[in-house]
């Protein structure tokens, strides 16, 4: 199923397929995500909309709508957003993607305060480097390669994240029946400090 997440019926669809395939939704797990590296002096105004359209509306509004379903139905619910470590963590060239994710950190934690009077959990996984299809692309060059490396060496445990990594984290938060409003940062201890390697 195809969706574009920033159309404006994308979510009430997305609830809809997922009601009508399988009874009921019981968890999101909010997991698009688009980083663009543009210096802060280029960002158009087109691109920082769309990073956020993408990064920010979509997770809200697909988790109201997931949220508006279940309360009228008198379920509780998990919700589960993907952030990143660079929202936390600022490095240059994604000033817009770091925005975006410390938004999404933040109405994680507004969400799960309002809506846990209705059994809706609302947590978030944050990754740091993970070995994914777009970052095997951006180390295709010398530039990437030596950037990559460097990345790894600011990583207490000294290698990327594998994507399996970052759906244990998220199955433990849609599982976790007392947890609600944290943030998983599943970085490799990244966001934690830095090590003293060259």
Request: hydrophobic share 45%; proline share 5%.
């Amino acid at each position: 199923m195809g969706i574009d997440l920033t159309e404006d019926d994308a979510p009430s669809r997305i609830v809809e397929a997922a009601v009508e395939r399988f009874g009921s939704v019981d968890v999101l797990v909010n997991c698009a995500g688009i980083f663009p590296s543009t210096p802060a002096l280029e960002i158009s105004r087109n691109e920082w909309e769309r990073v956020f359209g993408v990064n920010l509306r979509a997770p809200f509004l697909c988790s109201q709508e997931m949220a508006r379903w279940a309360v009228s139905n008198g379920r509780a619910g998990s919700i589960v957003n993907v952030a990143s470590s660079a929202g936390v963590v600022a490095r240059p060239g994604v000033a817009h993607y770091c925005a975006s994710k410390a938004a999404l950190i933040m109405l994680t934690k507004a969400l799960a305060v309002e809506w846990a009077e209705h059994g809706i959990r609302v947590n978030a996984v944050a990754p740091g480097l993970v070995e994914t299809p777009g970052v095997a692309e951006l180390t295709s060059t010398e530039q990437g390669r030596e950037e990559h490396h460097r990345k790894i060496a600011r990583i207490p445990l000294a290698r990327p994240g594998e994507p399996r990594e970052i759906a244990e984290a998220v199955l433990y938060l849609t599982s976790a029946s007392y947890v609600t409003g944290e943030t998983l940062f599943v970085d490799g201890g990244y966001s934690a400090g830095r090590t003293l390697r060259d």
